[in-house]
Nanobody, 119 residues
């Protein structure tokens, strides 16, 4: 089992920045690739990006590429989502998730944290 707790959401003006954190406990953190997802009201959950277990590789959705950065600190069992140049359309509940590096589907999910971007 891996338990994930996301934090850092809030209200920010367009153009501003926020950093989300996702703290993990349970199984060995660096066995897992970590992903961020978001879900806006009335919409499906969307992939935001992910980071490999070592942190050497990241992948981003086109909508956030160049604005969002995912990093991880395996010593602290934490993954981060730095969000810059935020837009109102980034408003959503953001969740983190974990998957084994060799398995494509995410198995463990944290609760979401609300990000609201005002225009």
């Amino acid at each position: 089992q891996v338990q994930l707790v996301a934090s850092g959401g809030g209200l920010v003006q367009a153009g501003g920045s926020l950093r989300l954190s996702c703290a993990a406990s349970g199984r060995t953190f660096d066995d897992y690739a970590m992903g961020w997802f978001r879900q806006a009201p009335g919409k499906d959950r969307d992939f935001v990006g992910e980071i490999s277990r070592t942190g050497r590789s990241t992948t981003y959705a086109e909508s956030v590429k160049g604005r969002f950065t995912i990093s991880r600190d395996n010593a602290k069992n934490t993954v981060y989502l730095q969000m810059n140049s935020l837009k109102p359309e980034d408003t959503a509940v953001y969740s983190c998730a974990a998957r084994r590096q060799d398995i494509s589907s995410y198995r463990y999910w944290g609760q979401g944290t609300q990000v609201t971007v005002s225009s």
